[in-house]
């Protein structure tokens, strides 16, 4: 895989699905039923999901989401991948992945080198584990914040399982990220929003376009 793949993360809205498809996106990501300005139901994810069927792979993202919410998620949106946000153990990822059958992507928060310890208790367990920035503790928002982790800690670093760069990506700093780092996807939202929830197609356009020339 050696093109680097996009994530674009954080929809909301059907025209912000269409832009990001025509834009070449490789992932979009819907957050589904939890703390965040860019949360929408598990209904509206299925809507907004339908039209990248076949397009581009279809991430439900939640936080700590309950057997019933993962469910309702797997039968009804049939998401490509589900992607856990929360403080979910290795044990409860198995679980997960053994009731709905779908392939994970676990987030890892990161602030120092000591954290990136924590991806070897899912190597070979999820499909992708995505590291983003640790948010402040008195957030409940796990992700979405626009800031991002010193990535000079990830030199060196080479886990079995392959890796999703996240955390305050956007156009300007894209070029360093491909740089300085061996991820293969880059996850984005904020960086591609004129607001929270609802993107800006230039954005989007500027990011991919930096990130394939």
């Known amino acids: 895989m050696s093109t680097p793949l996009v994530k674009i993360c954080g929809l909301t809205r059907a025209q912000d699905v269409e832009a990001a498809i025509a834009h070449g996106a490789d992932f979009l990501g819907f957050i589904i039923a939890c703390e965040s300005p860019r949360a929408i139901s598990i209904g509206d994810a299925v809507e907004l999901a339908r039209p990248a069927s076949g397009l581009a792979k279809r991430v439900a993202v939640t936080v700590n989401a309950t057997d019933d919410v993962l469910m309702q998620i797997s039968t009804r949106m049939n998401p490509d991948f589900?992607?856990?946000?929360?403080?979910?153990?290795?044990?409860?990822?198995?679980?997960?992945?053994?009731?709905?059958?779908?392939?994970?992507?676990?987030?890892?928060p990161v602030r120092t080198q000591d954290d990136l310890k924590t991806v070897h208790e899912y190597e070979g367990l999820v499909e992708y584990i995505?590291?983003?920035?640790?948010?402040?503790?008195?957030?409940?928002?796990?992700?979405?914040?626009?800031?991002?982790?010193?990535?000079?800690?990830?030199?060196?670093?080479?886990?079995?399982?392959?890796?999703?760069?996240?955390?305050?990506?956007?156009?300007?700093?894209?070029?360093?990220?491909?740089?300085?780092?061996?991820?293969?996807?880059?996850?984005?939202a904020s960086g591609v929003e004129a607001r929270a929830g609802v993107k800006d197609h230039a954005l989007i356009a500027q990011l991919m376009k930096a990130i394939h020339t």
């Open 82 to 108: 589900l992607q856990l946000h929360g403080d979910e153990t290795p044990a409860r990822v198995r679980a997960i992945k053994a009731v709905t059958g779908l392939d994970i992507i676990k987030a890892v």
């Open 130 to 188: 995505l590291l983003d920035a640790k948010p402040s503790k008195n957030t409940a928002q796990r992700g979405g914040h626009g800031t991002a982790f010193d990535w000079t800690i990830l030199q060196g670093f080479t886990p079995k399982t392959p890796y999703i760069l996240a955390g305050g990506l956007n156009p300007a700093n894209i070029k360093d990220a491909l740089q300085n780092t061996d991820a293969k996807i880059f996850d984005v």
